[in-house]
């Protein structure tokens, strides 16, 4: 069965025909194309599906398409304008190794974005806690927090 | 400038931190089916029919599949180790099951649909008649007279066995001060890699050509064992290995899902994509570790250790044609690791079980036999009164004793583990910790400190293996407008490697990394090579590029030198430029020298050179023994990274809950080309190895039910579980390689393993704790506090 949806994602307004068995990252994945956001287990445990939806981080593998409608969704891919206009949270990550295999680092990011939104100057336990919905197993997270630590300054030093 | 030693962030980093890497599952070809797998619900059953009737009359169906047809028209799975020639039992594993099933999870039939849906349910719809056997779920129970045979036409459960000798282990311990004989025992747990295993298969019957595009580790290797399996040229397919969102040696081929998805692609003409589910990676996607390590070690009252009798009883569940069971001929393969002991009996028993197979993951077996050696350091320490850090630095083999052979035949190439420790011990200021904890103890809070020793070695090259080789190809191109293309025989899962190759290569030929593009994972463009497993990505793979550098950079020099009219053995290359020694001005630009060989290849300075900038070479690791001596011992590993860990916790005795306040270590991997690189590895790998010590755990029940089958069940580490690390490097080089570099990738997994137990003996060692069995979860730790006190609590 389908369902007619309007959704905006990443400024973009679209309206689509969703499979109403078909799940949030699903859809901005196959449908819209937006192969950033990752899946890593399907039941919201990973983080690697995280997107923001009207504002709040969710595991977009937990959300039905067909639920969204009318709501306002950012992605990876709504967040740099191009490969050198990085948001400053990537540019950390990309400076401070970060990352490593990438396949969690856009959920990563998104989490790490709202942590900063909500907390500008968190300490190193903040961080963790901001980031503990999100696993990673190539990087220990130990420059992950130092990315997101450095993220926070130039955030905080740019205002 | 000079890039090898320098930390350098890695290359892939923009693209994947902007969300616009190339997974297997980004891929959406037009007219794309998917595959769905029906899996086994029992851990041993006989298949007495399948009807398939309901799933084929579902609407968007394309094709349904089951053993019998996989039977009739494939060959049993191509194994990655040569059996026969490791002394071990092989199994004939097909793509899908057509008789007998042995572990839950196991493929039994496979639907292809239009939406992923539609193949789910008409999997579910398939209807098998079963007839349930008795499963075999313990080692111990397996190998016992009558036990139920998970292979029953092996006689027995026993997969491959070994009996190292050396010495006289029955006078070493009638001449011992003292005994002590004990238990270690591992879980089992795995990898789980973010990425799920994918596979995307396409046939063009114009090009008679299958492309297979693969979140694996081993594109050459893979494309081998599919061609083997399908019984088609090696030529007819293409393996590539887009972005791998990590791999932890468990995307080393060969899956059944693997050879079934490409037998179907070729047979419907369709590209068809298969993405595995958490669940079905758990339950089929390969397991590891769960050993039993038996252990009787005769010493004197000075703490050395002068006798050791080991018995390794491994469950590596169902046999496969994975390589996972190799991990428990390497347990004991590496004991006695670190440390010189005169007299030795090491014993294998591989054992099958109606579990999930083993497959490679990262720490191979070599983290068991170290945990081993830190439980049995930590009680001699114990017995003798002596300190913990001491009785290691007594026994262990000192630096001017290498090469070192050990007991099993291994042939350690260098190390200086005393001077590892030692400083370890200094970075987490040893000596006055017992200060800090009666302090701490004033206070209520229970502080402990741990050591914990790993020794790893890499580069793993077994006899006759497909996919185990010590050696590694590389091409480098200089290309007419002085830009250079590097291809590579081995892959990254996201470490890194590509970014050491090109700082090796940038230095060799003397030009700016900026100029460099790397290409890997892909069979029809990279040279022959063996991809990524046992931290062989820079010790072949970079010393492969070294040696075809070489031969450009020697090239170019000679070109350079008619150029610059003076002898080649007076030019030099850096910064993008063959410079006059002592006279840096005179120079000629690396483009010009490239445009030369190129477009003037008639003319004076390149007149005697042949035509074209392009190496192809391989490197071949000289430390390899495969001529099996008298005992029938052959030397696999060629190097030998070692690391000391030192840890303090604080545990909460009243709940067993533990936290790491502080984790230092001090590695050595030999010359290390990126240390942030490095650096970053090994946090992985602490993280990966505190999770197993602590959190990951793959429960079965008796009937050999999975009963950790999501993310919520199977809990990895998350960063509040974790603390930072502190890391130093220390440089041992290795005398085998062309620039000293023994691997990295594996190491940091194992020392959590003793280090944490360590650390939390000694944290309760009043209280008299003994910890032997991981992993170490509060209930765990509390269970051996409350036995420490008659169990009345």
Redesign the interface.
């Known amino acids: 069965m389908k369902k007619t949806i309007q959704i905006t994602v990443n400024g973009k307004s679209y309206s689509r025909d969703a499979?109403t068995?078909q799940v949030l990252a699903d859809f901005l994945?196959?449908e819209l194309?937006l192969?950033?956001?990752?899946?890593?287990?399907?039941?919201g445990?990973?983080g690697?599906c995280t997107v923001v939806l009207d504002g709040r981080t969710v595991k977009s593998c937990c959300i039905l398409a067909a639920d969204v409608d009318g709501q306002e969704i950012t992605?990876?891919?709504g967040i740099?304008t191009g490969?050198q206009q990085?948001h400053p949270i990537?540019e950390a990550?990309?400076?401070?190794?970060?990352?490593?295999?990438?396949?969690?680092?856009?959920g990563m990011?998104l989490s790490a974005m709202q942590l900063l939104k909500e907390n500008p100057n968190p300490s190193?336990?903040e961080?963790?806690?901001g980031?503990?919905?999100?696993?990673?197993?190539?990087?220990?997270?130990?420059?992950?927090?130092k990315s997101i630590q450095e993220a926070a300054k130039r955030l905080q030093a740019s205002k | 400038m000079k890039y090898i030693g320098t930390g350098m962030?890695?290359l892939?980093?923009?693209?994947?931190?902007?969300?616009?890497?190339?997974?297997v599952?980004?891929y959406?070809p037009e007219g794309m089916l998917h595959m769905a797998v029906l899996r086994s619900p029992y851990a041993s059953a006989r298949i007495r029919s399948i009807d398939t009737k309901a799933a084929e009359q579902m609407p968007g169906v394309v094709y349904v599949i089951t053993g019998q047809e996989v039977a009739a028209n494939m060959n049993p799975i191509f194994e990655a180790y040569d059996t026969a020639a490791m002394g071990a039992k092989g199994v004939k594993w097909y793509a899908l099951v057509p008789e007998r099933v042995r572990f839950v999870g196991e493929c039994v039939a496979a639907v292809v649909a239009e939406?992923k849906?539609t193949a789910r349910a008409a999997a579910d719809a398939i209807e098998v008649d079963y007839e349930e056997l008795q499963p075999v779920t313990d080692p111990e129970k397996a190998m016992e007279p009558g036990a139920p045979l998970v292979e029953p036409e092996w006689g027995d459960n026993i997969l491959v066995t070994r009996d190292f000798r050396s010495g006289d282990p029955d006078k070493a311990f009638a001449e011992a001060d003292g005994t002590i004989s004990g238990v270690v025992k591992q879980h089992r747990y795995t990898?789980?890699?973010?990425?799920?295993r994918a596979y995307l298969a396409n046939y063009d019957p114009y090009q008679d050509l299958l492309t297979f595009h693969a979140s694996t580790q081993n594109p050459h290797p893979m494309r081998v064992f599919l061609a083997e399996t399908l019984g088609i040229p090696e030529t007819s397919i293409r393996v590539i290995q887009p972005?791998?969102?990590?791999g932890?040696g468990l995307k080393i081929p060969t899956f059944q899902e693997e050879p079934l998805l490409a037998y179907l692609a070729r047979k419907l003409q369709r590209p068809i994509r298969f993405v595995a589910?958490?669940t079905e990676d758990l339950l089929a996607g390969g397991h590891a570790r769960e050993e039993r390590l038996y252990y009787e070690v005769a010493y004197k009252k000075d703490g050395t250790v002068t006798g050791l009798r080991a018995k390794v009883i491994a469950d590596v569940g169902a046999p496969s044609a994975l390589c996972g069971w190799g991990q428990s001929f390497v347990t004991s393969y590496c004991i006695p690791t670190c440390y010189k002991i005169p007299n030795n009996r090491v014993q294998l028993f591989s054992v099958v079980t109606n579990k999930c197979p083993w497959n490679a993951y990262r720490g191979y077996g070599k983290e068991a036999a170290s945990f081993m050696m830190d439980r049995i350091m930590d009680n001699v320490a114990r017995e003798t009164g002596l300190d913990r850090a001491e009785v290691r630095l007594r026994n262990y083999i000192q630096p001017h004793e290498f090469p070192y052979s050990q007991v099993s035949g291994a042939m350690l190439d260098s190390g200086d583990y005393p001077k590892a420790l030692r400083k370890v011990l200094d970075m987490i200021d040893y000596e006055n910790f017992p200060a800090m904890q009666a302090a701490a103890r004033k206070e209520g809070r229970y502080l402990g400190i741990g050591i914990g020793q790993e020794l790893t070695p890499e580069g793993c090259s077994m006899p006759r293996s497909t996919l185990l080789g010590g050696w590694d190809g590389c091409t480098v191109r200089v290309n007419p407008s002085g830009q250079v293309t590097i291809l590579t025989g081995v892959t990254s899962?996201?470490?890194?490697n590509e970014t050491a190759i090109a700082q090796i290569v940038a230095d060799e030929l003397g030009v700016s990394i900026d100029h460099i593009k790397v290409i890997q994972g892909d069979t029809d463009t990279c040279p022959y090579g063996l991809g990524n497993y046992s931290s062989r990505s820079i010790i072949m793979g970079g010393s492969a590029a070294k040696v075809a550098a070489n031969e450009l950079r020697e090239k170019m020099l000679k070109v350079a030198s008619k150029l610059l009219e003076v002898a080649p053995d007076d030019v030099d290359a850096e910064d993008d430029k063959f410079f006059l020694k002592g006279a840096p001005t005179r120079f000629v630009t690396f483009k010009e020298v490239a445009s030369t060989v190129y477009r003037d290849c008639h003319g004076k300075a390149a007149f005697d050179v042949e035509p074209g900038l392009e190496a192809t070479r391989y490197f071949k690791h000289p430390n390899v023994y495969h001529q099996p001596d008298t005992q029938g011992r052959f030397s696999s590993y060629p190097s030998w990274p070692n690391q000391a860990v030192a840890i303090i916790v604080e545990v909460d005795p009243e709940t067993g809950k533990f936290k790491i306040v502080r984790y230092c270590a001090v590695h050595d991997s030999g010359v290390v080309i990126n240390p942030?690189?490095a650096e970053?590895?090994?946090?992985?790998?602490?993280?990966?190895g505190i999770g197993g010590a602590a959190f990951e755990h793959l429960v079965y029940d008796e009937s050999g039910q999975l009963l950790t089958t999501?993310?919520?069940d199977y809990t990895?580490p998350?960063?509040?579980d974790?603390p930072?690390?502190e890391v130093a490097h220390q440089e041992t080089p290795s005398p085998f390689t062309p620039l000293g570099t023994k691997g990295v990738g594996e190491s940091g997994v194992t020392g959590p393993l003793g280090g944490l137990c360590s650390a939390i003996e000694n944290a309760l060692a009043d209280r008299n704790v003994r910890l032997t069995e991981l992993p170490l979860t509060p209930s765990r730790v509390w269970e051996a506090i409350s036995a420490a006190q008659g169990g009345n609590r």
Not at chain 1, 137 to 143: I, S, W
């Open positions: 499979d068995r994945r196959d194309r192969t950033g956001t990752h899946i890593g287990c399907g039941t445990s990973c690697a992605t990876i891919e740099s490969a990085l990537q990550f990309v400076e401070f190794q970060g990352l490593q295999c990438g396949y969690c680092t856009p990011v190193e336990d961080i963790r806690h980031i503990s919905g999100n696993l990673c197993r190539c990087t220990g997270y130990h420059f992950i927090v | 962030t890695s892939t980093n923009r693209q994947l931190a902007a969300g616009k890497g190339t997974f599952a980004d959406k939406d849906w990898g789980a890699a973010i990425e799920p972005h791998v969102g990590g932890f589910e958490r899962p996201g470490s890194g942030l690189l970053a590895n090994l946090h992985g790998g602490f993280v990966q999501t993310f919520m990895c998350t960063a509040v974790v930072s690390f």
